[in-house]
């Protein structure tokens, strides 16, 4: 990823990325073009009650719900815009293995316990993607497959550690690719190497939060669009308020990432929303053959990478550019199709149909923010861009610690949750400054 995507500003408003929450409609993506057919959830209205109330229909919420109502509790879903409105209906449909931080660093900063702890965990929210797809038959369009790939002999070595740190932890479907192997399963020449991890894969992810709401709602679940939470009255029974009603619930679990605007504070205050963006061409048809012939997903190893796979109708969809601090960029056409030209030159005189941007949640620490506002309040943020499976993970684990199972709550619980230098004013600048040091390390190869 070049230094010109790279963006930053003092955020007015976290909850504002193409239209604020509470839209009608989603962003003006190829996603939500080709989405699965929605039914009408209306607005919550007058005053309900239920065993858990859940704030956000992203991937965070909706696994969590699933778990919980088919463990046979009376769950509500309270949606400010509509299922799959944020992240979870824009991403790059990628599902990534582990952490932001991968598990060698967790073991250096915070110890072998919480690396043995999370080691356990950082393969199993593809597995239940997976589960879910395949129990409630979701056509999401999946397809098997992922590679991370490197740009310079450095990245390369980095892959074969990378390789052997998650197979000491379990994972043993990996395997290395030398420079011919990798131009041959992706169809360019950029890469000197790749690691392809046959447990992964892609999807349609607004789809993909679609059908699991849809799920939820045959286990008798409850959703509620256009109902922003405006505020949650903490005490033995919380009370969840919107603009039009209430639900009074036992547990509430907080699930908005880089949504959750002012609605809690103390945790806005310690993460900040950036934008991502992402382009989809038209149909390639029978055109570029030489173009992920594999069809596998793609990740380089950037600092500030860039992704890309095709669609189930052949669209390259092209990923990359980091906003810091989330807004919407004028012209994401200018941004992202020159690093997809740089992949794929050939490309040149294809039409661009869609391109649309937003917000994924960074924490300080790289790594998720999980943890309890009150005795009975949940929360789970901060997935700082490997949202796609650990929100299925947290969401297991959420169930977990509310049914009183709280081993595996308790292990990101313990991890340390700062504050960014700088407060609110300073954060963006001074963490794209940091950005724009690693991008520059990534292109001179040390």
């Known amino acids: 990823m070049t230094t010109e995507a790279i963006f930053f500003q003092t955020p007015a408003s976290p909850s504002r990325s193409l239209g604020q929450a509470g839209s009608q409609t989603h962003a003006p993506s190829y996603y939500a073009a080709s989405g699965l057919p929605q039914h009408d959830r209306p607005p919550l209205q007058g005053a309900v009650e239920a065993d858990i109330c859940i704030v956000g229909a992203g991937y965070t919420g909706l696994s969590t719900a699933l778990h919980l109502a088919d463990a046979g509790f009376k769950v509500i879903v309270l949606e ?264 794929f030159p050939e490309l040149k005189d294809v039409k661009i149909d869609y391109g649309w941007t937003g917000n994924f949640l960074l924490t300080l620490t790289r790594l998720p923010e999980v943890g309890q506002l009150s005795p009975n309040i949940y929360y789970s943020q901060g997935c700082s861009g490997h949202g796609v499976t650990f929100t299925h993970l947290i969401g297991r684990v959420l169930s977990e610690a509310i049914q009183g199972q709280a081993s595996r709550f308790d292990a990101f619980a313990k991890l340390p949750h700062y504050p960014f230098p700088g407060g609110r004013m300073l954060r963006v600048p001074l963490t794209a400054m940091g950005a724009l040091y690693y991008d520059l390390r990534d292109k001179l190869g040390v």
């Open 80 to 343: 400010s815009a509509r299922v799959g409105w944020g992240a979870s209906g824009r991403n790059g449909g990628q599902l990534v293995h582990s952490y932001s931080r991968d598990l060698d660093v967790i073991e250096a900063r915070h110890g072998k316990e919480a690396a043995s702890a999370l080691g356990s965990m950082a393969f199993e929210g593809a597995r239940i993607i997976k589960e879910l797809i395949e129990r409630h038959q979701i056509d999401c369009q999946f397809k098997p497959g992922g590679m991370f790939t490197a740009m310079t002999d450095k990245q390369a070595r980095q892959l074969e550690h990378h390789k052997a740190l998650w197979e000491r932890h379990g994972h043993k479907q990996l395997e290395l690719l030398d420079a011919k192997a990798t131009e041959q399963a992706t169809g360019t020449r950029r890469y000197k190497a790749a690691l392809l991890d046959h447990s992964t894969g892609h999807m349609h992810p607004l789809r993909l939060a679609q059908g699991e709401a849809a799920a939820f709602e045959s286990l008798g679940g409850v959703i509620h669009e256009l109902s922003a939470v405006t505020r949650i009255e903490r005490g033995d029974t919380a009370v969840v308020h919107t603009a039009q009603g209430q639900v009074r619930a036992k547990f509430v679990v907080v699930a908005c990432n880089a949504y959750i605007g002012d609605l809690e504070p103390a945790l806005a205050s310690r993460s900040m929303p950036c934008g991502s963006q992402v382009l989809a061409t038209e149909p390639l048809g029978e055109r570029f053959p030489e173009i992920l012939p594999t069809d596998y997903c793609v990740e380089d190893c950037n600092f500030l990478l860039d992704y890309f796979r095709l669609s189930a109708d052949r669209r390259l969809l092209y990923g990359g550019g980091v906003i810091y601090g989330a807004r919407d960029p004028a012209h994401i056409e200018s941004i992202v199709r020159p690093k997809m030209l740089k992949t």
